[in-house]
């Protein structure tokens, strides 16, 4: 029998969800891209919203590791990797129209 659509981990905030915390990060940095105007950035503090949206998802997938050892654990710490490449990029939108 199939679960009902709101007892998924997806809508759980206590429950860890991988897929929460990847769709948090890229549509963030989504996001980031449309707020910027890349590849004419300029300067917009409305980017500090997509910044803390792609931090909250780097926890939730970082709360999704566990102490084990498999290929699960190494496909979170892939994720992590990418979560970490998209705060780099969302920051760097966010902080180089100001330094230059």
Excluded: E, K
């Excluded at 009902?4 to 940095?29: D, M, W």
């Amino acid at each position: 029998m199939p679960q009902p659509l709101p007892s998924l981990a997806f809508f759980h905030i206590q429950r860890r969800s991988l897929v929460r915390a990847n769709l948090l990060v890229l549509t963030s940095f989504a996001a980031s891209f449309y707020l910027s105007g890349f590849p004419n950035t300029h300067p917009s503090l409305l980017l500090l919203l997509p910044a803390i949206v792609a931090t909250f998802g780097t926890i939730d997938t970082f709360r999704c590791l566990t102490p084990r050892r498999d290929l699960h654990h190494v496909g979170i710490i892939l994720c992590l990797f990418m979560d970490m490449l998209a705060l780099c990029m969302i920051f760097f939108f966010l902080l180089f129209p100001y330094l230059f």
